[in-house]
């Protein structure tokens, strides 16, 4: 497709649930950025890949919070033992990498733990 | 550390009259901005970026920003506001020298009314 492309959409998992999300990012963009969105407020970064490699976890809340991109399209991020905090919007962008270049978002995921 | 500051939650304008939305940042080093767009249940659009050159920067939807370093400002700015371009804006900022990822304000929510 055109753009980035995230499944599921809308996810309700119970506590205590590991989920998976998927990001399917623009062909070709080597970087890969996931950020979460509470509600009311700006995107906060997560994680960022360039090609399969993370470059960056230092957005990561805690230890149950884990992405990949094992081949250097794809990438999922997991969350392990969801809790109530962990519910928002999770948000993949991809860019062609290099300096200065623009990030084009998904249309998120939005998870809700009950 | 990097941030961004947009002071206003809400923003009215009747359509027809110009419209600002502001911005303030704080990096170390040569700043990278970006505007984003979202409407309900979209993800983030890309509007326009200020890398290096010329301060005023042009963008889609006949949006542009001006970047005053001396202000530390890089506010959203259109002549003439439409109802369509309702919606909730994003300032972000990345440092230039540092990895890709954006550091992103609280948002203003965008209201054009007839």
């Known amino acids: 497709g055109a753009g980035v492309s995230q499944s599921p959409r809308y996810k309700v998992a119970k506590r205590g649930q590991d989920v998976a999300l998927r990001c399917d990012p623009i062909?070709?963009?080597?970087?890969l950025f996931w950020y979460q969105q509470a509600l009311g407020q700006g995107p906060e970064f997560l994680t960022y890949?360039?090609?399969?490699?993370?470059?960056?976890k230092s957005g990561l809340p805690s230890d149950r919070f884990f992405a990949e991109r094992p081949e250097g399209s794809v990438s999922t991020l997991k969350i392990q033992r969801t809790q109530q905090e962990d519910s928002a919007v999770y948000l993949c962008a991809s860019s062609l990498g290099g300096t200065g270049t623009e990030a084009f978002f998904g249309q998120g995921t939005r998870l809700t733990v009950v | 550390a990097q941030s961004v500051a947009q002071p206003e939650d809400q923003v009215n304008v009747a359509e027809g009259n110009p419209l600002t939305v502001k911005c303030t940042y704080s990096v170390s080093g040569n700043p990278y901005l970006f505007w984003y767009v979202q409407y309900p249940n979209r993800g983030l659009q890309f509007l326009l970026k200020?890398?290096?050159?010329?301060?005023l920067v042009k963008g889609s939807y006949g949006f542009e920003a001006e970047f005053n370093k001396s202000q530390t400002s890089f506010h959203l700015k259109k002549p003439s506001a439409l109802v369509s371009d309702s919606a909730l804006y994003f300032c972000a900022v990345r440092n230039a020298g540092a990895t890709n990822k954006l550091i992103f304000g609280t948002g203003t929510l965008l209201a054009v009314q007839p």
């Open positions: 890949f360039q090609n399969e490699a993370q470059l960056d």
């Open positions: 062909s070709g963009h080597v970087s």
């Open positions: 200020y890398i290096t050159g010329d301060n």
